[in-house]
């Protein structure tokens, strides 16, 4: 079983920017495909960035691409999101996840993840 535990969450002004992390236990970390979910209030749950086993691939849903950065360190069991440029509409509870099963196609749907935290909240202020 895979324990995930997310950090750095906040409230930030609009342009600004935050650095979640998400370190995991209990498993064997550079094995899984990672990956970033957000939930807003009323809304159902987004899928906002995924990174392979080795971290040479990573994918973007298409509002944060190219002012969210995923990344990996699987020797301190730890996966990134550096969000720059934030807006309003990013505003949500961020979780981290592990271990999709599916190829990557289908690491855009939150069914395909075996692990969650408990997730952090980001609050953007206009």
């Known amino acids: 079983h895979v324990t995930l535990v997310e950090s750095g969450g906040g409230l930030v002004q609009a342009g600004g920017s935050l650095r979640l992390s998400c370190v995991a236990s209990?498993?064997?970390?550079?094995?899984?495909?990672m990956g970033w979910f957000r939930q807003a209030p009323g809304k159902g749950r987004e899928f906002v960035a995924a990174i392979s086993q080795s971290g040479g691939s990573t994918y973007y849903e298409d509002p944060v691409k190219g002012r969210f950065t995923i990344s990996r360190d699987n020797d301190l069991n730890t996966v990134t999101l550096q969000m720059n440029s934030l807006k309003p509409e990013d505003t949500a509870l961020y979780y981290c996840?592990?271990?999709?099963?599916?190829?990557?196609?289908?690491?855009?749907?939150?069914?395909?993840?075996?692990?969650w935290g408990q997730g952090t909240q980001v609050t953007v202020s206009s």
């Open positions: 209990g498993g064997i970390f550079s094995s899984y495909a």
């Open positions: 996840t592990a271990g999709p099963t599916g190829p990557p196609s289908y690491w855009t749907h939150w069914e395909e993840y075996d692990y």
